[in-house]
């Protein structure tokens, strides 16, 4: 299963990243294996509008089934409301502490996913 | 003849200027319309008090979806390059507010799934005062999407008309619409760092859009003479400017034109008149 953190660097060690449409990048992370694509947002943070719904879009296609960030703004909840990807907001600490902690099933998400 | 009045720092006294030469014009017998094109704020009205003849509601096309035919295909997310449409597995949502009605997502959807839906961006009025027509645009509030207001503002005139446009501040889209197509803009900036600053980039814009122009300063005495400074290096041309008078200031707070109230101003807005109509005349040779 496939996740996202949003992150200020490109490694697991890196700090989360708070924002989600203008978060620095994606790490687009294989819960199972552990391997990871750093995914780049600096579209997102140079667009003057639509940032969430952009952000929105690129983590449907990804095929992630989960997103874990600091949070996430109002075009971008809308843009991801029945998108089939559960929510997990005020993630902090490093990509890796939220990994962990979504690995050990101690998180709960903001919207559980129908369909 | 298209005289547009506008500047780059907001405050400097377009609508004083438009209106008052507006007025002056038509008394003088020319038929003269006034557009008040700042749609965001329109203020003209204040002065000129015209009497309304016409509403009229503008509107952009807006896409909307039948989620039964749509089979989320992603095609409209993809060429749209304002993110106004999502395309989720389950549904395609769009943002009104982002959407610039580019047409982009309903002429890609290859099940035809995307229909042209209307939204309301806000309203022209048009009336007159005395023999002065007028028009200007009240843009819905929290509506993003300016410069087609402005256009359907400019479009409301009659051709073989005077038309004086009262542009909004600045250098940005609405002031563009504002000013494409005119014959002729007259600057109006005050002499401070600021005003310099500001006129120094609608200078700019107005060379980019190939238009010939002019500045007026107003409030001269009240700063320095570093803007006639910079008119004289950059072969400006620089028309008389207006006095800076406290009562002119309290006539204009209380609403009134003040070439009816302050002869000065009367007397000197008549040349202005003159001044700006010959050159915009020559530069249309």
Not at chain 1, 29 to 55: L, P, T
Not at chain 2, 13 to 31: D, E, H, I, M, Q
Not at chain 2, 47 to 65: A, G, H, S, Y
Request: glycine share 10%; proline share 6%; with cysteine.
């Amino acid at each position: 299963m496939k996740i996202i953190i949003t992150s200020k660097g490109k490694t697991l060690d890196s700090p989360v990243d708070p924002r989600f449409g203008r978060g620095a990048f994606f790490l687009l992370i294989d819960v199972d294996s552990g391997e990871f694509e750093v995914m780049d947002n600096s579209e997102g943070i140079a667009a003057s509008h639509g940032a969430g719904v952009q952000a929105g879009q690129r983590v449907v296609n990804s095929g992630a089934k989960a997103l874990l960030t600091g949070h996430v703004g109002p075009k971008a909840g809308q843009a991801m409301e029945g998108s089939g990807v559960a929510i997990y907001s005020h993630a902090e600490g490093t990509v890796q502490d939220m990994l962990d902690k979504f690995r050990s099933g101690s998180l709960t998400p903001d919207t559980t996913e129908e369909g | 003849m298209i005289l547009t009045v506008a500047s780059g720092k907001g405050g400097t006294g377009k609508t004083t200027v438009s209106v008052n030469l507006a007025v002056l014009a038509s008394r003088s017998g020319r038929p003269v319309h006034f557009c008040d094109c700042d749609v965001e704020e329109p203020n003209a009205h204040l002065f000129l008090n015209p009497r309304w003849d016409e509403k009229k509601q503008i509107t952009l096309p807006l896409p909307v979806v039948d989620q039964d035919l749509c089979s989320h295909c992603g095609k409209c997310a993809e060429i749209c390059e304002f993110n106004a449409i999502i395309s989720l597995p389950t549904k395609t949502i769009v943002f009104d507010d982002l959407c610039h009605a580019c047409s982009g997502c309903w002429l890609v959807c290859p099940e035809k799934a995307i229909a042209q839906g209307e939204r309301i961006i806000g309203e022209t009025e048009t009336g007159k005062a005395g023999d002065l027509h007028f028009t200007h645009g009240r843009l819905r509030i929290g509506e993003t999407q300016v410069p087609p207001l402005v256009e359907a503002v400019n479009k409301a005139v009659n051709p073989d008309h005077l038309v004086i446009r009262d542009a909004p501040p600045g250098v940005t889209c609405p002031a563009v619409a504002t000013i494409h197509g005119s014959d002729f803009v007259l600057l109006v900036t005050e002499p401070t760092p600021f005003g310099l600053s500001d006129l120094k980039v609608a200078v700019e814009l107005v060379r980019d859009m190939k238009l010939p122009c002019a500045v007026l300063v107003n409030r001269h005495g009240s700063g320095d003479d570093r803007v006639d400074e910079y008119c004289r290096e950059e072969g400006l041309h620089l028309l008389t400017g207006l006095p800076f008078r406290r009562d002119v200031a309290e006539s204009i707070s209380r609403g009134e034109l003040i070439v009816d109230t302050i002869p000065e101003m009367k007397t000197a807005f008549q040349g202005l008149l003159v001044e700006v109509l010959t050159l915009a005349e020559e530069a249309s040779r």
